[in-house]
């Protein structure tokens, strides 16, 4: 068995990382394309997760050590079932809903890109975690300022060009550590 050198493990790793910013551009621009199927997919996705997320919290109350507790924690497990079938019965509420809790989603991250960039501003690439910041930040005050009317393709379409951007990001800074990592043994 030989042992790897970093050089190696960290081209290997940002290979992945390559790998996974060009998935993300590929189904960015799927997202970008059919923005009506991704906003439902999303929804459906979302719904169902909330549904598992419930019948874990059922199977789990039942570990609970006092009965107060086990109570509760049913209690909690019905309400994410209860929530998330009605989001499977009834997806145009759910598109709505979920746009305005992107919205927050996509402000939140790019406040926390740009933060990044600034903790990060010395290193090789960091430019890219402000843009992507600066364009996450911007996707989510355009939601809010057209929600409700622009639910039904603001998810797919905004998702869309988020990946894009994250993607970008992604494939730029690997890039970054694989032109330093050439120089490690």
């Known amino acids: 068995m030989t042992p790897t050198s970093t050089g190696a493990v960290v081209?290997?790793?940002?290979?992945?990382?390559?790998?996974?910013?060009v998935l993300l551009i590929l189904l960015g621009l799927m997202a970008i394309a059919f923005p009506f199927a991704a906003t439902v997919a999303a929804n459906a996705v979302i719904a169902w997760l909330i549904v598992l997320a419930g019948l874990v919290h059922l199977v789990l109350a039942f570990q609970a050590s006092s009965a107060g507790s086990i109570l509760w924690r049913v209690l909690v497990g019905l309400a994410y079932l209860g929530?998330?079938?009605?989001?499977?019965?009834?997806?145009?509420?759910?598109?709505?809903?979920?746009?305005?809790l992107l919205a927050t989603l996509f402000f939140i991250e790019g406040i926390f890109?740009?933060?990044?960039?600034?903790?990060?501003?010395?290193?090789?690439?960091?430019?890219?975690?402000?843009?992507?910041?600066?364009?996450?930040?911007?996707?989510?005050?355009?939601?809010?300022?057209?929600?409700?009317?622009?639910?039904?393709?603001?998810?797919?379409?905004?998702?869309g060009v988020s990946m894009i951007t994250s993607g970008i990001t992604r494939v730029m800074v690997s890039m970054t550590v694989r032109r330093l990592a050439a120089g490690l043994p």
């Open 11 to 21: 081209r290997g790793a940002s290979t992945w990382s390559i790998l996974w910013g």
């Open 83 to 100: 929530f998330g079938i009605y989001l499977i019965l009834h997806p145009i509420v759910g598109i709505v809903t979920f746009t305005l």
């Open 113 to 159: 890109n740009i933060i990044l960039f600034f903790q990060m501003r010395s290193s090789g690439g960091s430019v890219w975690f402000l843009l992507d910041g600066i364009i996450t930040l911007l996707l989510g005050l355009f939601i809010y300022i057209h929600w409700p009317s622009s639910s039904v393709w603001a998810i797919g379409t905004l998702v």
